[in-house]
């Protein structure tokens, strides 16, 4: 498995799709009146990008609350790891940017719902990729 890959096309997804778009804008124009509870959140997420294959298409989303700031960390196999900064939680959407190789953003945006999440990573070229995971940790 190589996480990196993946992380880093997470990232570049959401700085493109932020660029593009908007930072809040997924496509749904929906009113959501559902707020995430922080349990809801807050865990271990092993993820799943399709249309890649190039060692970033799997890997682990660590997301934690602290002092009232969410943090998330991606899991890159054998390659580290990688910080998210400019973290967005509202409604039932998670949204954040990641640096690929330190210098390429990618924009995430994923909708959760129980224990699961799906979304899309925005490249900076405005390429997009689904994602899809599941919650490992904890089991409640």
């Known amino acids: 498995m190589r996480y990196i890959p993946i992380f880093l096309l997470l990232l570049l ?22 707020t995430l509870e922080l349990t809801e959140v807050v865990g271990v997420w092993s993820y799943r990008v ?20 969410y943090t998330v960390q991606v899991q890159l196999q054998n390659r580290g790891s990688l910080n998210a900064y400019d973290i967005l939680v509202e409604g039932e959407e998670m949204q954040f940017h990641v640096n ?23 490249t900076e070229e405005g390429s997009r990729f689904s994602v899809r995971g599941t919650k490992q940790l904890p089991e409640n």
């Open 13 to 34: 997804v959401f700085f493109t799709g932020t660029a593009q778009d908007g930072f809040g804008n997924t496509g749904n124009n929906k009113t959501n009146d559902k």
């Open 50 to 69: 399709t249309g890649i294959n190039n060692g970033y298409e799997e890997g682990l989303l660590i997301v934690d609350k602290m002092e009232g700031q």
């Open 100 to 122: 690929l190789d330190g210098v390429e953003r990618v924009g995430v945006v994923l909708g959760i719902k129980g224990k699961e999440l799906e979304g899309q990573v925005i």
